[in-house]
């Protein structure tokens, strides 16, 4: 265990026995230095940990105090329960519905699937993309094609082996987003008509992805804590024809939910037995709260079943539009995919990413990026509980920038979703995530905007919206 996490298990002690009570400040940060010993850094991270756990809140000029809560317990929302079997989709016309809704910027933007473009270093990217543009090599519109510019396949390499996983930089492909490599990579492995396992819910991305492709969807029971069933995984694959898997395994959209290290090992030994390739969209990876960071599916892929699909839209680069697939065995086809598909990822953009990977600070944009993420969910999780009314279900992440909602069963967010953008707000409702258009009493709310009066206004006129469904 860290410093940080022993100070924050030791502080967490003193609350739950009531010497430290609600309502009476912590140390501050230059205190706690003084009385642990410990770097001013450790203290903030310790007291991040406590603050994303609801048990201390930041006080604007005032410090850190107990928190009291209104509801110490309230409960994660359940496991889900699709019906089975498996699913013809027509769901784009209706997401498309929902999302062309909430495009406006005077909207709050709880239904947003970006977070706020303000948390990220676009000032010191646009200097290394004029640079690449400045340096640019013709040659590099031939050299450049598919699979990638080859010093941005080696920084990416490198980040694979610090995190245990030995990928060649020949296995990755650049693709143009993430959502261009799950495309490339159900293309790689699918016919129309084929069946595709993914989780419910999941990201709507990927059912829109298998509509067009003509694929037929079986959902797999999910926990917004665990992630996917395993047990229900196996008994679908031994009872149907899949020929992929389409999974978040780590801050899952739209739950949060992160799969064990543990269960990554089980479910890729299920997949070796099976012989089916895993597909994981892992955009959110680097979005971890915490000191560790979740294992790599790739560092325990030793058949190359595993086709990993990321970007730098959610960590670096909103707008960059550049992703890529390491992409194990079928390497050679998603790269010939890539040239019929798209032919080529902007090549300055591949420099000046690979320019900034190597010399640009990317970790300490990431140490302060899930520093302010964790600070925000505490925010929304108490927003929720001054808010909402009982029988709420909150999914609390350890990662990423969304958080799950289960309401009361009478509420149908879909309604909701119509009623709070006539009030300049949007949501994500639950059906979008659905194959079957279920959780209709549920939702997704994107706490990756740094904004707290407007999170606090908007979350109270969602809290009486849905008291008047009830």
């Known amino acids: 265990m860290s410093r940080y996490q022993e100070l924050a298990e030791h502080t967490a002690r003193l609350i739950a026995d009531g010497l430290l009570r609600p309502g009476e ?19 903030t991270q310790a007291y991040y940990l406590l603050e994303s756990r609801g048990l201390i809140e930041a006080r604007p000029r005032s410090g850190y105090f107990v928190r009291a809560r209104l509801d110490p317990r309230l409960p994660e929302p359940e496991m889900s329960h699709p019906a089975g079997g498996s699913t013809q989709l027509q769901v784009s016309d209706f997401i498309f519905q929902i999302l062309d809704s909430v495009r406006d910027p005077s909207v709050v933007p709880l239904g947003s699937s970006f977070p ?26 031939v050299t450049d094609l598919p699979p990638g510019n080859e010093a941005l396949r080696r920084q990416l390499a490198l980040r694979y082996l610090a995190q245990g996983a030995s990928v060649s930089p020949q296995e990755i492909v650049i693709t143009s987003g993430a959502m261009e490599g799950l495309n490339l990579c159900l293309q790689a492995v699918t016919q129309p008509g084929d069946l595709i396992a993914i989780e419910s819910p999941t990201f709507y991305a990927g059912l829109q992805a298998s509509e067009r492709l003509g694929l037929k969807v079986i959902e797999i029971p999910s926990h917004p804590r665990h992630g996917v069933s395993l047990p229900a995984l196996e008994e679908a694959l031994r009872r149907h024809p899949i020929k992929a898997c389409l999974l978040m395994l780590n801050f899952a959209n739209p739950t949060g939910s992160r799969l064990s290290d543990d269960d990554k090992r089980a479910l890729l030994a299920l997949l070796r037995r099976h012989d089916v ?55 050679g086809r998603i790269q010939r995919q890539k040239l019929s598909f798209s032919l080529a990822t902007t090549i300055p953009v591949q420099i000046a990413l690979a320019d900034y990977l190597r010399q640009g600070g990317f970790e300490n944009h990431l140490r302060r990026l899930r520093q302010t993420l964790v600070q925000q969910e505490a925010e929304l999780a108490r927003a929720v509980e001054r808010h909402f009314p009982p029988g709420t279900r909150l999914a609390r992440p350890q990662g990423g920038y969304f958080t799950w909602l289960e309401l009361p069963a ?41 904004d707290p009066k407007r999170l606090e206004a908007a979350m109270a006129t969602l809290g009486a919206l849905i008291a008047g469904q009830l």
């Open 277 to 331: 390739p895993l597909i994981e969209d892992d955009v959110y990876a680097e979005l971890y709260f915490g000191q560790q960071a979740p294992l790599c599916s790739k560092a325990e892929d030793k058949t190359g079943l595993v086709m990993h699909v990321s970007s730098f839209s959610k960590c670096l680069a909103p707008g960059y539009r550049v992703g890529w697939v390491a992409a194990g065995r079928y390497a």
């Open 25 to 43: 400040r912590l140390p501050s940060v230059r205190q706690a230095c003084r009385i642990h010993a410990i770097s001013p850094v450790t203290v």
């Open 116 to 141: 706020s473009p303000y948390l990220y270093p676009l000032d010191k990217l646009g200097r290394f993309l004029a640079g690449a543009a400045r340096r640019f090599n013709p040659l590099a519109t």
């Open 410 to 450: 009478r509420v149908d967010t879909l309604r909701l979703h119509q009623e709070a953008l006539a009030r300049g707000i949007s949501i994500a409702p639950g059906p979008i995530f659905s194959a079957t258009r279920a959780f209709r009493h549920h939702l997704r709310l994107n706490f990756g905007h740094p």
